[in-house]
């Protein structure tokens, strides 16, 4: 599966933001997909994530209540609303997949960059 992301921007502190990551090829309905991020001098992070059966989220601590992982799979997009950014938000996103017989994300977006400003 090949992966756009897109949506993102710069916004002031407070706004919201709705990213998408569009999926080309079939079977998208039977990859777990995820959303994790990088800031500058920073490692990659887990951001969200869903499951491919039951549509089940996870969510780091930092972004629980503000941030909402869902997934359509007639569109093979999964999306993540960003709401009451923060400054400390600011990061490229990038979305990912995991196919049923992987144990890691290995299907990558391209990422977007997300600037917050305060």
């Known amino acids: 599966v090949q992966l756009q992301a897109s949506g993102g921007g710069l916004v002031q502190a407070g706004d919201s933001l709705r990213l998408s990551c569009a999926a080309s090829g079939r079977s998208f309905s039977t990859y777990d997909m995820g959303w994790f991020r990088q800031a500058p001098g920073k490692e990659r992070e887990s951001v969200a994530g869903?499951?491919?059966?039951?549509?089940?989220?996870y969510y780091i601590d930092s972004v629980k209540g503000r941030f909402t992982i869902s997934r359509d799979n007639a569109k093979n997009t999964v999306y993540l609303q960003m709401n009451s950014l923060k400054p400390e938000d600011t990061a490229v996103y990038y979305c990912?997949?995991?196919?049923?017989?992987?144990?890691?994300?290995?299907?990558w977006g391209q990422g977007t960059q997300v600037t917050v400003s305060s």
């Open positions: 990912a997949a995991k196919g049923p017989s992987s144990v890691i994300y290995d299907q």
């Open positions: 869903i499951t491919r059966n039951t549509g089940n989220a």
